[in-house]
């Protein structure tokens, strides 16, 4: 099949998070079965330009926030648009990871028009939102295009009901993010550094991770604590509460790090620690069961329940208390620790291997599989 995926920005610094990561594995796998797939993605303007990776192409293009905005919401690419109109016509089924913005809701429009077939994957991005702008944008757009969309793909039950809030009639397909599974590196001789990998933004509460370690400063004295991610919003917050806490020589922000650098990272880590709500199924928690990095994150997470099922995370409410009991129990407790990492594993071989996914969504493209 000729595969075109669509997702409003990629960056070297990973900046748009787990959206584009989902794209861009997806995009391989698929590409490993044989199939001939193009991304096309927003970017910053010093990096646009079309090359190819891992099998598949991907044409990046010129990006700008609108309105002095810092959201993602606000970013336009308008040459991608015109890119993918002219080339409509080559591609069997063009997959948009969608959100209510100024790029993917265009280019779900822009394909519906054409009569080409298509299908939507939204990680949790179009909720149920009583925000102004996006019932606007519901009732402009996004429920047109849920409505006529081939498949919608959904990660949780939840997910499952926001979207049919949205749209009722959308024809809702179950799919799981993924990873590329690999023999788990192993966990002893690692450094003694406990990592946050994700946006500074509200969601992920990263003030949540320097308040644990504040918590825990006399009990593991030697241990390390960074923070790799883009700022979007929470940054000076989290500088602050670093000084405030007398932190710095413990607690570091290193901004944010390339995505082929993530694996380097996890590996290095003695432990994972991840405090956000509401999040659906983030992609850095599997990198990190991937890594063999035991987790420690909330139960508010779309696959909390799996995690529970499979033993392969601790699960908190979230607090700085309960996240500093969380990582005690790993670092203090090895065979706490190689049994996370036992359940990270089953889970990863029996759900989360991206081979599987690739194979699930040829069904769908092909309307094989509609649930």
């Known amino acids: 099949m000729k595969i075109a995926h669509v997702v409003a920005y990629v960056s070297a610094d990973g900046a748009y998070g787990g959206p584009a990561r989902v794209a861009l594995t997806q995009a391989e796998a698929l590409a490993a079965l044989g199939h001939d797939v193009t991304v096309f993605a927003g970017a910053p303007l010093e990096e646009a330009g079309f090359r190819t990776a891992s099998g598949y192409e991907i044409q990046t293009y010129p990006a700008r926030l609108l309105l002095g905005r810092r959201s993602f919401a606000y970013v336009a690419a308008p040459l991608l648009l015109s890119a993918l109109r002219r080339q409509l016509a080559h591609f069997d089924v063009v997959h948009i990871h969608l959100a209510r913005d100024l790029i993917t809701l265009p280019a779900a429009d822009l394909v519906r028009g054409r009569g080409v077939r298509y299908v939507l994957q939204t990680h949790g991005m179009v909720d149920a939102s009583q925000r102004r702008l996006a019932k606007l944008l519901d009732a402009l757009s996004t429920r047109r295009v849920l409505r006529n969309s081939a498949a919608v793909l959904s990660l949780t039950e939840q997910e ?35 990592l946050f990998l994700a946006r500074l933004q509200s969601r992920k509460r990263p003030r949540a991770f320097v308040e644990m370690a504040r918590l825990l400063k006399d009990e593991l004295p030697d241990t390390s604590f960074v923070i790799a991610g883009p700022d979007e919003g929470e940054g000076r917050a989290v500088s602050e509460e670093i000084v405030a806490a007398g932190l710095q020589d413990r607690v570091s922000w290193i901004g944010a790090i390339a995505p082929d650098r993530t694996d380097e990272y996890m590996e290095r880590a003695r432990a994972y620690v991840l405090p956000s709500f509401g999040e659906v199924f983030p992609m850095s928690v599997l990198e990190a069961f991937r890594a063999g990095t035991p987790v420690v994150t909330t139960r508010s997470l779309g696959i909390a329940s799996a995690c529970d099922r499979y033993g392969a995370a601790i699960l908190t409410d979230g607090s700085p208390e309960q996240l500093a009991q969380g990582l005690l129990s790993i670092v203090g407790n090895p065979e706490e620790a190689e049994e996370l990492r036992r359940g990270a594993a089953r889970f990863l071989q029996s759900e989360l291997d991206v081979v599987d996914v690739a194979n699930a969504l040829v069904s769908i493209y092909q309307g094989e599989e509609s649930a």
Request: aromatic share 0%; proline share 11%; glycine share 6%.
């Open 160 to 194: 499952d009901s926001d979207l049919i809030a949205v749209e009722p009639t959308a024809k809702i397909a179950r799919v799981r993010n993924g990873v590329r599974v690999a023999p788990v590196p192993p966990l002893a001789g690692r450094e003694d550094m406990v």
